[in-house]
């Protein structure tokens, strides 16, 4: 039995932001579809949708042509996310019993039906582990299994195997064929355009949230998808001057760091300079080390290695001398305060207060008048409460209060994410001056047209390892940039992964590995 | 000079809280017209100063509290702590109980304030620096603070103004000053010094940095370890105040009535907690003030008074400060659901 899944003009608005303008797709069994599509593009309000987090303002969803609401009991749908979301306290077996436990009066035992899903998954030999000292691999079984159970009929992978060694995305590839051979409608969504093309009878490309491109066949290919992500990115009319300092001057430099690398060893000890205007991209997918190495040297994250600043030395004064921002909104901004309060917060007694600790309040009010005016943040004025403002309003807010404390390095995990495009550029242009001021600026990015926009250093990890370093000025546009990021993003490192990385970290593997 | 230019910093949350603390005015007339009608003596200047003198002690280390609530965290040894100052003191100053030794009045003065000053430390040490819940953290705080009140004492009932040998007049009269002084127009002392601490409080709440950065640590403790803030800091120092304004508030009481025993903090620790829940505080952290604390206390006062006017006994007063406590929560709850509606955000979850 095959299933089909029509969406139908399904449109979904945040604020001012047109996340899904009218999206039509049809998904039918027997297909691995690919889901391509840059940062807040509108892919991940899709999957949302389907998985039920979020609402649709209009459109319809038909399975096998009956209408379906996603979060529906019977939900046919599940999702394989990278984080599985699974009772890591439960064994495997109890996993698939939460929810299907039988009478009340004796303990959930597994049936015929719990076995024999974990037999087909390969997983049956540990039917009694509790997850939490499973793999990773094993508990994205374990969510798997769930949905087999609930007798789900289509499957969404989003970004599955970033985290699992090479030998277990193979397997898991293996079992996503598997799915799509026996009738299921299997979605794939990856930053691989490699594994995207490996795997995929088709893909689509979502870009200001329609369907703006569909490949298949001879015309699915890497460069192919690399050109249909940033089609349509209006070109920088104006290319930043290079404010770089020059390379022999040791007073242009603003951080130094040599056998840098962190406790469990995400990354490899690298050696590292950044001088005086420079805007530094880290690029590598989840697992890569990069979102690790961003994270140490915004002093957020524990490292190990000689870092030098401008005028200190030592972890202390990376944390004192760098601002760091985290890829989670949630994470970094204070939703139940006000713009004005986010916009002063990480500043100290010296600058808003007066004597006895007192708060300055109109000077720190038309401080931060000045800095919603400065960085154009939409907003009644800094009274308003935060959680009230727009995605990309937010963002401002916060590389502005980031920006406030004037460190010498800013540190940014993807600085653009969920927002739309016209606050994108004017956070390009945030970023770019604080670096022109003499600062150094350090993003880690998964998009290339971000990447272009923003930097002109790049630093491609893969693996823990640093695969190259490009010159954004040595190319002329946006798709060829892409385009040779895309080769080197797509490099698997096999031998090359750390043995302490994320893809391990799940629990003491030795124990209850998989025998395949 | 307008003053309207320079609002409050915390101006955002105040629709709601501002709600809140009218209804809670309300809610204190009601119940005082209530026992209004039935003891025409509630309203009068002498029982109103009684009132206002019974929930000192409250009201103090109420507001200590508060700093801790805003943090997210919670201080159960509070009470504990107020007898251990107050039989410590006692002890050290008088000799006795199963102390070997006395110390002079202002040492013992001093090194009782120490033992409070350290229990709160010891607290904020566990939960800021060794990541232990708080509730578990203070909790055991409380046993070793009330086990060490009892051992130290003996248990026994401490008496300066009986007591063989009698301390010094000087020392004695010190304490009636502390705790017995009547300012003019008969107002008891404690009530200035309940005004004392009402003023550092809210300064330090509503217009220093510190309730600033409560705010935000409490609010989102995620963010404020990526904005640097001393997190850890805090959290140490609000478990210190918390303790210092129960030793305080301990010798106070001490000064007020003469004596000390075991158990004389009572009810007082959960009274504390509920003064600050129903002035508005969220357990979660990030909201609360010292208007709605003070509040809070008020109507455990002006329940507790004027259930003993109606001849009311304690047992039965429990019950209603239970029902005002579980009252004050829902009545947030669906007032903070009708603000967040009214609003339509998205973020009610967060």
Known sequence: MTTTMEIRGVRKRFGNTQALAGVDLTLRGGEILGIAGPNGAGKSTLTKILCGEESMDSGEILVDGRPWKPGDVSDPIAIVHQEPQVWTNLTLEENLLVGNEGAWWRAPVAGDEQRRVLESLGVAHLADQPLERCTLAVRQRAEIARALVRSARFFLFDEPNSALTDEESHALFAFMHGLADQGYIVVFISHRLSEMVAHCHRVVVIRDGVLAATLTGDALTEPAIAVELVAGQTPRTERRVASRAADGDDSARVLTVTGWTDEPGSFRPLDLELRRGDVLAVVGVEGSGGRELVATLGGHRPATGDARLNGGQGAKALRERTSYLSADRQEMLFQHMSVGDNLVLRLGRREICGPFARLRRREIRSRSERMIERYAVRTSGPDQNLSALSGGNQQKVAIASAMATMPEVLVIEEPTRGVDIGSKAEIYTMLNEFAADGRAVVVFCTEAPEVFEVANRVMVLEGGRIVQELAVGDYDTVDAFAHALALLEGVETTQDRPANGRATLAGPSDSTEESS | ?350
């Open chain 2, 1 to 350: 000079m307008s003053t309207a230019v320079s609002p409050p910093l915390q101006r955002v949350s105040l629709p709601l809280e501002r709600l809140r603390t009218l209804g809670l005015v309300l809610a204190i007339i009601l119940i005082g017209l209530f026992f209004q009608s039935q003891r025409s003596t509630f309203l009068s200047s002498d029982n109103l100063l009684t009132l206002l003198r019974s929930m000192s002690s409250l009201g103090i280390i109420a507001f200590a509290q508060l700093s801790v609530i805003l943090l997210g965290e919670i201080d159960l040894a509070v009470g504990a702590i107020y007898g251990l100052v107050s039989t410590s003191l006692a002890v050290l100053w008088l000799g006795g109980g199963n102390l070997p030794f006395s110390l002079p009045f202002l040492p013992a003065l001093g090194a009782a304030l120490l033992i409070g000053l350290f229990a709160g430390a010891l607290s904020g040490f566990l939960t800021a620096y060794l990541k232990i819940h708080s509730f578990i953290a203070t909790l055991g705080l409380l046993s070793l603070a009330s086990g060490t009140e009892l051992l130290v004492s003996n248990a026994s009932t401490f008496n300066p103004a009986y007591n063989t040998p009698p301390p010094p007049s000087g020392e004695l009269s010190f304490f009636q000053a502390l705790g017995g002084t009547q300012l003019p127009f008969g107002v008891p002392i404690q009530v200035l010094w309940l005004a004392l601490f009402f003023g550092v409080f809210w300064f330090l709440r509503h217009r220093s940095i510190v309730g600033f950065r409560l705010l935000a640590i409490g609010g989102n403790p995620k963010a404020a370890a990526i904005a640097r803030l001393p997190i850890r800091r805090y959290r140490l120092v609000v478990f210190m105040v918390s303790a210092l304004m129960a030793s305080v508030a301990g010798i106070l009481d001490f000064s007020y009535v003469g004596s000390v025993g075991p158990n004389s903090a009572g009810q007082l620790n959960l009274q504390v907690i509920a003064a600050v829940v129903i002035g508005g505080a969220s357990l979660m952290g990030g909201r609360g003030t010292i208007w709605g604390t003070l509040l809070g206390a008020v109507l455990l006062a002006v329940l507790a008074n004027g259930l003993a006017l109606l001849g009311i006994g304690a047992f039965a007063q429990l019950l209603f400060v239970g029902f005002v406590t579980i009252g004050a929560v829902i009545l947030d709850r669906v007032t903070s659901d009708l603000g967040n509606r009214r609003r339509g955000t998205a973020t009610a979850a967060s």
